[in-house]
Nanobody
Framework: VQLQASGGGLVQAGGSLRLSCAASGRASSTYVMAWFRQTPGKEREFVATVSSSGVSTSYADSVLGRFTISRDNAKNTVYLQMNSLKPEDTAVYSC?????????????????WGQGTQVTVSS
């Protein structure tokens, strides 16, 4: 499975961005998908995850109520809608895929990773 993230950019605090992660490869629509983010000098941080069907989701407390993860399996794409952005949301955002059916928040459970896309929120 190959993952390609896009949609990052520079936005003012309070603004919105939508990230996309296009997946290619056999059975990619059956994978659990997630978004993580990382800032320099810090470990990668869980943001959100979605089940293969799109029915089940889980979010980090820091983004709950502001971010929404979704997927369109017909397009093999996962989205992260980010609203009410804060300067502390500034990071490189990466998408990841997991073959197992269980949602997971730890990086070690994910089998495939895409390159990151930079999100910068100015105050």
């Amino acid at each position: 499975v190959q993952l390609q993230a896009s949609g990052g950019g520079l936005v003012q605090a309070g603004g919105s961005l939508r990230l996309s992660c296009a997946a290619s490869g056999r059975a990619s629509s059956t994978y659990v998908m997630a978004w993580f983010r990382q800032t320099p000098g810090k470990e990668r941080e869980f943001v959100a995850t979605v089940s293969s069907s799109g029915v089940s989701t889980s979010y980090a407390d820091s983004v709950l109520g502001r971010f929404t993860i979704s997927r369109d399996n017909a397009k093999n794409t996962v989205y992260l809608q980010m609203n009410s952005l804060k300067p502390e949301d500034t990071a490189v955002y990466s998408c990841a895929a997991r073959q197992s059916g269980q949602l997971a928040v730890a990086t070690r459970y994910y089998d495939y990773w895409g390159q990151g896309t930079q999100v910068t929120v100015s105050s």
